[in-house]
C-alpha cells in the first residue's frame, strides 16, 4: 500500500493535511532549501496537535556530511517527538557518509529515513549502508527542484531499481522530488511505502506558496483511487 506523505510548514498547514486524510505530515521548510528545517517550537506545536492521530516527520535542514554535527540535530529534533527523522544525504559515497550513518543510529530510537537524491545519487551502496546502521528506510528526492521531477531525473526502470534493493532489506521506502498529479500511477506501479508532494499541493503548484486544500485532496484522492484499483485487481 502506498501512503500519502504531504510536506508542509506550519502548524495550520500540518491541520489542513491532517484534516484530508494524509498519511504523514512532514514538517519542512521550502524556503530553506530541498529540505529545510522548520524551527523546534513548530515541530513541537505540531506533534501536540495532531497528538498521535497521524505520523509525524521532520527534516534536520540542509546540511553537510559532518557526523557529529548531524548527529546533534537528529537528537535535537528527535526531542521534540516527531514520529520520523529525514536526514538527507547531500555528498557522493565515501567514508564520511558511513561515519554519519552510525553516528546518527545512536542518537534515537525513532524511525530516520535517509533521503538520497536522484540528481546526485551515490549509487546502490547507500542502500546496503543506510539497512547495515539499522535505519528506518530510505527516501529518493530532487535537490534542484528547478531541473524537473524525479521522473525527468531518473528512469523508472531506474527508481523501481532503488524500491526493490531497498525492499530486500525491509526499509521504508518513499519517493518524491516535484512531483505531480501525473506522476501518481507510473511511481505507484513501483510500489514505495509513501510518495512525496509539495509543490503540487500548493497554490500555483509553487512549493514556496501556501498549501492549497483543494489540490491536496486531488492528489489524496487519485493515490486512494490507484490503490483501489490495485486491491480489484488482486
Known amino acids: 500500500m ?4 504531504a510536506s508542509v510548514r506550519s502548524v495550520d ?8 486524510g494524509v498519511d504523514i505530515i512532514d514538517l ?3 524556503d530553506h532549501g530541498a529540505l529545510g528545517a522548520v524551527p523546534f517550537k513548530v515541530m513541537r506545536e505540531v506533534v501536540s496537535k495532531i497528538n498521535g492521530e497521524k505520523l509525524v516527520s521532520a527534516t534536520v535542514g540542509d546540511l553537510p556530511c559532518e557526523p557529529l554535527r548531524v548527529a546533534d540535530m537528529v537528537r ?9 527523522i529525514k536526514v538527507g544525504l547531500f555528498e557522493p559515497f565515501h567514508e564520511n557518509v558511513e561515519d554519519l550513518l552510525w553516528a546518527i543510529s545512536r542518537q534515537s530510537t525513532k524511525g530516520i529515513i535517509i533521503v ?3 540528481d546526485q545519487y551515490p549509487g546502490d551502496q547507500i542502500i546496503d ?3 547495515d546502521a539499522g535505519l528506518a528506510g530510505i527516501m529518493l528526492d530532487t535537490a534542484d527542484k528547478t531541473a524537473g521531477s524525479l521522473r525527468d531525473v531518473m528512469t523508472d526502470q531506474q527508481i523501481n531499481q532503488f524500491i526493490s534493493r531497498a525492499k530486500e532489506h525491509n526499509l521504508i521506502t ?3 522530488g516535484s512531483l505531480k498529479k501525473a506522476d501518481i500511477i507510473p511511481l505507484m506501479q513501483q510500489q514505495p511505502d509513501y510518495l512525496g508532494f509539495r509543490g503540487a499541493i500548493c497554490h500555483g503548484l509553487e512549493r514556496k506558496t501556501d498549501l492549497d486544500e483543494t489540490l491536496l485532496n ?3 484522492t487519485t493515490i486512494r483511487k490507484v490503490e483501489e484499483g490495485y486491491g480489484a485487481v488482486a
Not at 13 to 20: D, F, K, L, S, T
Not at 76 to 84: C, F, I, K, P
Open 76 to 84: 535535537r529534533v528527535a526531542e521534540t517527538g516527531v514520529d520520523l
Open 116 to 118: 538520497v537524491f536522484a
Open 218 to 220: 486531488e492528489i489524496g
Open 174 to 176: 518513499g519517493l518524491a
Open 129 to 131: 549502508a543506510v539497512a
Open 13 to 20: 498547514e500540518a491541520m489542513i493535511a491532517m484534516e484530508n
Open 28 to 30: 519542512k521548510e521550502p
Open 2 to 5: 502506498t501512503g500519502l506523505l
